[in-house]
T-cell receptor, first 114, second 114 residues
């Protein structure tokens, strides 16, 4: 079975541009998480969904960030407009839920904003 | 609010030596505790988890961790380190009623010398 699939793996863009990161969770998983990893702040939870519904977006840094999950097999994280401080590795993870506590991570999308 | 502290940013050991990575948590009750490993360029993978019961838990790749309530700690150990264990290790905490929403520590980078 395929794992969590993220695209693109690397993105280099200029300040002010729109960035869209994509994630396909593992089939059958009810939870989807977006994390951001930086040297300074470590791994931060941005938002998570349960059955396609956003449950907690308190980690989204500001209005420039938005996330959607239109169906069980696809989610996007959008940054508009992007800024250099958004440079980070963005991870998507999914979980079957049921209190198992095991998150399955994608390989990440490395974003560089110049 | 719950939090996780990993006091060691970087640890270097020789191959074959024993290893202990420290993790301290802050939570009003007994949290659910996890250790994840991240190999370079990869997402995170679950090593082991503690929910209740025996305070010494076994994980994959020969790792174990011990929950000590009196010290609010959940240290990761391995009796003999292999070069392939070089990676970054993250301790995480989840709430009993929401174990899929994990808060991660800042990580400990392990370097292994031959």
């Amino acid at each position: 079975d395929a794992g969590v699939i993220q695209s693109p793996r690397h993105e280099v863009t200029e300040m002010g541009q729109e960035v869209t990161l994509r994630c396909k969770p593992i089939s059958g998983h009810d939870y989807l998480f977006w994390y951001r990893q930086t040297m300074m702040r470590g791994l931060e939870l941005l938002i998570y969904f349960n059955n396609n519904v956003p449950i907690d977006d308190s980690g989204m840094p500001e209005d420039r960030f938005s996330a959607k999950m239109p169906n069980a097999s696809f989610s996007t994280l959008k940054i508009q407009p992007s800024e250099p401080r958004d440079s980070a590795v963005y991870f998507c993870a999914s979980s079957p839920g049921q209190g198992a506590g095991e998150l399955f991570f994608g390989e990440g999308s490395r974003l560089t904003v110049l | 609010a719950q939090s996780v502290t990993q006091p060691d940013i970087h640890i270097t050991v020789s191959e074959g030596a024993s290893l202990e990575l420290r993790c301290n948590y802050s939570y009003g009750a007994t949290p659910y505790l996890f250790w994840y490993v991240q190999s370079p360029g990869q997402g995170l993978q679950l090593l082991l988890k503690y929910f209740s019961g025996d305070t010494l838990v076994q994980g994959i790749k020969g790792f174990e961790a011990e929950f000590k309530r009196s010290q609010s700690s959940f240290n990761l150990r391995k009796p003999s380190v292999h070069w392939s264990d070089a990676a970054e290790y993250f301790c995480a905490v989840g709430e009993p009623y929401n174990t899929d929403k994990l808060i991660f520590g800042t990580g400990t980078r392990l370097q292994v010398f031959p």
